[in-house]
């Protein structure tokens, strides 16, 4: 009976352990990729710099809340040219849209620490809502880890026109990977 009860006191621990509330994103631990397809071969990249500003308890997601900033000057396709050609007019246009935000408007439980993450992508002066599904897990020191990934269609956001607007050259699909650091 007591092994019984220990284990009860200790799964009820675990428990509270995941109901903290993360109000911060760990950013320089925290990563932002893309996969995108130029003549059917694969080109990765990163975002360096964003930011973010969140509130968000597993325990009571429908009172989250947040934004997520992504500085498009800072990406990196490890090529030079490519980063100068996407920072230009007829990508991100990055003199006169510095950068994307996502604003989250709701977080639902999915069960077994799985959430569906929706709210308002804006890029390039163009607002969409975007649905994303995720899993939070807890790293220790109170930090949890919210992992997910999502299919961008790049000309829904006016990027890539003119002669970048051919799907057979660059693939309309973009896939967006995030491995965001939380923490208390």
């Known amino acids: 009976m007591k092994i019984l009860f220990l284990a009860l006191l200790l799964a009820g621990a675990g428990v509270g352990a995941q109901a903290a509330e993360y109000r911060r994103v760990d950013v320089a631990h925290s990563q932002i990729r893309f ?90 002066g163009v607002s969409r809502p975007l649905a994303v599904d995720a899993t939070l897990k807890p790293s220790g020191a109170g930090q949890a880890v919210l992992d997910g990934a999502f299919v961008l269609k790049r000309l829904d956001f006016g990027v890539g026109g003119g002669v970048w607007g051919d799907v057979g050259v660059v693939a309309n699909e973009v896939t967006v990977q995030f491995h965001l650091v939380l923490e208390p």
């Open 35 to 124: 996969t995108s397809r130029q003549m059917g071969v694969p080109v990765d990249g990163v975002f360096h710099t964003f930011d973010a500003d969140m509130a968000f308890d597993p325990q009571a997601p429908a009172t989250a809340r947040g934004q997520l900033r992504i500085a498009l000057s800072s990406i990196d396709t490890g090529n030079r040219e490519a980063n100068d050609e996407v920072a230009g007019a007829q990508w991100f246009d990055v003199k006169r849209h510095p950068e994307a935000q996502f604003e989250m408007r709701q977080i639902r439980s999915l069960g077994a620490g799985r959430f569906q993450v929706s709210g308002i992508l804006s890029l390039k």
